[in-house]
């Protein structure tokens, strides 16, 4: 059987949690052949990961640098006015009907790439010309600056960069594979749409919310971003409607995709899984009270809050320690240079090192007395599941699947919020015997719950199905579908943003 697998700036190009997953998955079906589409920014991205045996192939897709050419490069004659108005229309029309209308252009935006130039007739003076035309209609009594002609090239801009996967060839497979909504879909969208292929999505962190919290540091003006958000808003909801099985990894996920539409018969919860021969129990604590962080350093990470916190508990606890593993990913290198600076404003130099990139994560969990996630935005994140494999007590932020993962074996606090972070840390520290007996739970949770074998047999028979033409079991209406929502307490906050904010 072929799996086409859909990755967007991920597997095998990046490490981190969702590359995790994906070299799991593959190398934990060795009856599947599998195929790899990756929507990468320039093409020159090389792998970082050693692809297993049986991946078959590997097919990039540049969002950025040269455009696509086509079969009639250059040429913009031919593309009809009218599916660019019907574009625009469905991007500014916040209606019900108008994400009908989005889904239909889109199908129409592909047979013609398939034929014709796309890129070149979404960043000519025509398509800018009724962008600029609509925005005047729109907002022509609006008390704020009208949109320039600026705002219209770059809008169009960025919506011909993010529609590039149509103009490539659909891929052939049995099943594809969605690692994540967005964008990513666009290459399944088009194998279903050409070959009738049927295509799951999955997600980790919820892609249109991180998109949401990412918007305000987007360098565009406010019309571009009400624009692009708006247009991710709906590739986001065609994602969700067009799957036949949607898996995301944890149940917080199924409350942002049924608000955008997706059918709660179709989801099908698949928890990430770790091998518990990969993190065995740690048999000794260290000598000092000691936090352990690891992961990627990276602003969603809100290493800030982390320090903040820190500061506190060192304040308690002079003997106490914070030690950070991991490295930036490629960029990011300031925001490590202003933790740093961060660490010598708050006085808490000499308690805390950052470790880097380590070969064997489990020696990150080990060297903590209690093992931290300071999150904004989380999937259902390896570093607590594992963290917890190790007999490591966590505290985590209320963030995704967080509080799924932790459930009653550690504590759960909101994100941004130094103080509450601080007194978790402080209670686990100073508690030996509580410390110690939310460990022994948190490995037992995670070993009944959170294996790999678990998931791959989750995927095998979806696998199983949807190659067969067969849908999976419908779930009967108010039952929940998900088979493991007892093992899910209710987050304290939802963390939904209201979606009026892509415009």
């Known amino acids: 059987m072929k799996i086409a697998m859909i990755t967007e700036g991920t597997y095998p190009h990046q490490f981190g949690g969702v590359s995790v997953w994906c070299d799991q998955i593959i190398r934990g079906m060795q009856g599947y052949d599998f195929q790899l589409v990756c929507l990468v920014g320039t093409g020159a991205e090389q792998a970082v990961w050693d692809l297993p045996e049986n991946v078959s192939s590997l097919i990039t897709i540049a969002l950025w640098g040269s455009p696509p050419t086509g079969p009639r490069a250059g040429r913009r004659n031919g593309f009809p006015t009218r599916l660019l108005r019907r574009l625009i229309e469905s991007l500014l029309d916040s209606s019900e009907e108008a994400q009908g209308r989005f889904g239909e252009v889109l199908r129409q935006l592909f047979d013609y790439a398939q034929r014709g130039n796309l890129s070149a007739s979404l960043s000519g003076s025509k398509a800018v010309r009724l962008l600029s035309e609509a925005w005047q209609d729109r907002w022509q009594n609006a008390e704020q600056p009208l949109p320039t002609v600026n705002d219209a090239v770059t809008a169009m801009q960025l919506i011909e960069h993010c529609l590039r996967p149509l103009s490539h060839p659909p891929v052939q497979a049995d099943v594809v594979h969605v690692t994540t909504n967005g964008l990513g879909v666009l290459p399944a969208l088009t194998a279903k749409w050409q070959n009738g292929t049927p295509m799951i999505v999955s997600e980790h962190g919820i892609y249109l919310r991180e998109q949401y919290l990412h918007g305000p540091k987007l360098p565009y003006r406010w019309p571009v971003k009400a624009l692009y958000l708006g247009f991710l808003r709906r590739l986001c909801a065609l994602g969700y409607r067009e799957a036949e099985t949607i898996a995301p990894c944890n149940i917080y996920n199924r409350r942002w995709e049924e608000r955008l539409g997706a059918d709660p018969s179709r989801i099908r919860t698949v928890y990430n899984g770790v091998d518990p021969a990969n993190f065995p129990m740690a048999d000794h604590e260290p000598e000092e009270p000691t936090i352990s962080w690891a992961g990627r350093i990276d602003p969603i990470k809100d290493l800030e809050t982390l320090l903040s ?53 489990r020696e990150a969990y080990n060297a903590g007395s209690i093992v931290v996630l ?70 037992a949770r995670a070993l009944e719950y959170f294996t790999i074998d678990g998931a791959i047999s989750r995927f095998d028979e979806i696998y199983s199905f949807l190659a067969a033409g067969h849908p999976l079991p419908t779930v009967p209406p108010g039952a929940d579908g998900d088979d493991q929502s007892d093992i899910a307490p209710r987050s304290e906050s939802d963390n939904l943003l209201p979606f009026g904010v892509a415009g």
């Open 309 to 361: 916190s820190f500061a506190i508990v060192h304040q308690s606890m002079p003997e106490a320690r914070l030690r950070l593993f991991g490295s930036p990913p490629k960029g990011r290198e300031p925001y490590l240079e202003r933790c740093k600076e961060l660490v010598v404003e708050l006085g808490i130099g000499e308690a805390v090192t950052f470790e880097g990139h380590i070969d064997k994560v």
């Open 374 to 443: 300071s999150s904004v935005s989380e999937g259902f994140p390896y570093s607590l599941i594992e963290a917890m494999t190790c007999g490591r007590t966590c505290v985590a932020t209320d963030v995704g699947g967080c509080t799924e993962a932790v459930g009653d074996t550690g504590l759960v606090v909101p994100p941004g919020n130094p103080a509450r972070l601080a007194e978790a840390c402080l209670t686990l520290l100073q508690d030996d015997e509580l410390r110690h007996r939310y460990a022994a739970a948190a490995r």
